[in-house]
């Protein structure tokens, strides 16, 4: 008999709720429109309604779980802490408790990297696997780190912070206004000032000129460098190299069997992940070479959010 | 009534078996000399009568288990691996199943970093402490990471090399040949190297000049920042500065309630810890600053590696 888990990926834009099967098929989708919602009886309310016809549109009478992936998240309390950036509802946001009231199953809120890393221990690459990273390039850096099947939270709760991890003080500065942290080189952004700074020195010819720097996009670059241009390579290059480093102290710290990377710059596919192990493993203390792998996450990327947000609620804890 | 436990560290002069109350309290040692061994058998045998001979003379029945702190430990199968340098009996010393033959307790092989570590959970500062990392700086640096009031081990078994997270990638060689790693500016030779490298500059002028490089040890420095010998204490700022980013780094991973550090080189006291903890916190993310101590371990030196080797028995796994 197949079993069934509810998934919701809490963004900016849309809140996504997944109807998903535990084989990894998503079955359905209901959205809401995040910033419709400024109360939260009102969101709650939508959700449970949004949960209720998923499973009535596929004559579902019960489901395993219910996994919430969202900003600020707390995974201790089961909330959206106050003042989240990006949601109209500026309150603390009991989301556990509350979906608790309507559905008696082990609901499970966290935030996205580490939904992430645990979709793809559920359902994607990680299933056999104890100890892994899982690092999704984007707007920023994010990390999910599992030890011993468990997502690591810390003494804080905001343990896997590791897009922040500094590997050039001497460099670039941060989001977080630091310098130096590994996110500076490897979000989207980041990437685009490793293509600008490169471009603008001059020294390595692009296949296709853009035409001025706010043509320059990650998407432009990924695109070039899967077509061979020599200078979006480059800037994949640095990326890579900053990266490598960062890998590497990270396996020096939980010595995982693999770290997987998700996330729109990975679409670059070969152009990240070729010179990515070279780093890694050049970088690599010689007691882990060859003994820790780097690939792609295995989910389909439309999936990824809801799948992760699903596998929350598999949770042991 | 009080309950007794057995500590082994073996190092490369001497094993040292300990007898440990349940309080923290050694009550006394048998002390073998580690080179005289050429075969297992007969170091197994010397052991087992160790351990009897401390138990007699201290008129005790029964102990709850025997931890062992040693090089090239592998935690999982309860060995010291084949080849270990330092150790004549190259073949791999099955410990774990030789000692259980003559002791039905629990019995635990780990490295010493590790067994610092549980000995600052079990006996010393960390007792209340389910995520905390132990650095020991001495020869070489080298970690311990307890989350979740366990030992990390990782898929390798062999994490926690945190000495050797890469924080200068254009800086100093390490012991390892890698480029950058803490231990080659926290390690003891690391320390003398800022110390020559500083005093070669001549821009600070040392309270007592050394009469030349061979007479720099790190006892020396420490010897003499603690008088607040300017050149001393920047050799101290040195360490503290790169150790202050990779701890930081290490806080953004696993996210610890502390961070307690042991060895030679700490005996500095402030001259080490006050700007360690002035550089942690300029680059922790901001989501952690104010949330993890840096503090010096509890243990008593003379007593730390038959304590943190005892405390191994009382790992559960």
């Given at each position: 008999?197949?079993?069934?888990?509810?998934?919701?990926?809490?963004?900016?834009?849309?809140?996504?709720?997944?109807?998903?099967?535990?084989?990894?098929?998503?079955?359905?989708?209901?959205?809401?429109?995040?910033?419709?919602?400024?109360?939260?009886?009102?969101?709650i309310?939508?959700?449970?309604?949004?949960?209720?016809?998923?499973?009535?549109?596929?004559?579902?009478?019960?489901?395993?779980?219910?996994?919430?992936?969202?900003?600020?998240a707390?995974?201790?309390?089961?909330?959206?802490?106050?003042?989240?950036v990006?949601?109209r509802?500026?309150?603390?946001?009991?989301?556990?408790?509350?979906?608790?009231?309507?559905?008696?199953?082990?609901?499970?809120?966290?935030?996205?990297?580490n939904?992430?890393?645990?979709?793809?221990?559920?359902?994607?690459?990680?299933k056999?696997?104890?100890?892994?990273?899982?690092?999704?390039?984007?707007?920023?850096?994010?990390?999910?780190?599992?030890?011993?099947?468990?997502i690591?939270?810390?003494?804080?709760?905001?343990?896997?912070?590791?897009?922040?991890?500094?590997?050039?003080?001497?460099?670039?500065?941060?989001?977080?206004?630091?310098?130096?942290?590994?996110e500076?080189?490897?979000?989207?952004?980041?990437?685009?000032?490793?293509?600008?700074?490169?471009?603008?020195?001059?020294?390595i010819?692009?296949?296709?000129?853009?035409?001025?720097?706010?043509?320059?996009?990650?998407?432009?670059?990924?695109?070039?460098?899967?077509?061979?241009?020599?200078?979006?390579?480059?800037?994949?290059?640095t990326?890579?190299?900053?990266?490598g480093?960062?890998?590497?102290?990270?396996?020096?710290?939980s010595?995982?069997?693999?770290?997987?990377?998700?996330?729109?710059?990975?679409?670059?596919?070969?152009?990240?992940?070729k010179?990515l192990?070279?780093?890694?493993?050049?970088?690599?203390l010689?007691?882990?070479?060859?003994?820790?792998?780097?690939?792609?996450?295995?989910?389909?990327?439309?999936?990824?959010?809801?799948?992760?947000?699903?596998?929350?609620?598999?949770?042991?804890?």
């Amino acid at each position: 008999m197949s079993t069934y888990s509810i998934g919701i990926d809490i963004g900016a834009t849309n809140t996504d709720i997944g109807l998903v099967r535990n084989d990894g098929t998503v079955m359905g989708h209901h959205i809401l429109k995040t910033q419709e919602y400024e109360q939260t009886d009102a969101y709650i309310r939508d959700i449970t309604h949004g949960i209720r016809q998923l499973m009535q549109g596929h004559a579902i009478s019960a489901i395993d779980g219910i996994g919430i992936g969202a900003p600020n998240a707390n995974f201790f309390n089961g909330c959206i802490e106050e003042n989240t950036v990006n949601l109209r509802i500026k309150e603390r946001i009991p989301l556990r408790a509350l979906l608790t009231e309507s559905f008696q199953v082990p609901i499970v809120v966290d935030n996205d990297a580490n939904a992430a890393a645990y979709g793809e221990h559920i359902y994607g690459g990680a299933k056999e696997m104890r100890h892994f990273i899982m690092l999704t390039l984007g707007t920023g850096v994010g990390s999910g780190i599992v030890i011993d099947n468990q997502i690591l939270h810390g003494h804080t709760g905001t343990a896997g912070e590791l897009g922040h991890a500094i590997v050039n003080p001497m460099g670039r500065r941060c989001h977080c206004g630091r310098i130096g942290c590994i996110e500076a080189y490897a979000c989207a952004q980041g990437i685009c000032d490793n293509y600008i700074e490169e471009w603008k020195k001059g020294e390595i010819k692009p296949l296709l000129e853009p035409e001025d720097v706010s043509t320059v996009t990650c998407q432009f670059i990924g695109e070039s460098a899967v077509k061979g241009d020599p200078l979006a390579m480059k800037a994949y290059d640095t990326t890579a190299y900053w990266l490598g480093i960062a890998l590497a102290n990270a396996a020096a710290f939980s010595a995982p069997e693999a770290i997987f990377l998700m996330g729109g710059p990975t679409r670059a596919g070969e152009a990240l992940m070729k010179p990515l192990r070279h780093y890694f493993e050049e970088h690599l203390l010689y007691i882990y070479k060859g003994k820790i792998s780097v690939q792609l996450s295995l989910l389909n990327s439309n999936d990824a959010a809801i799948l992760g947000a699903a596998a929350l609620s598999k949770l042991i804890y």
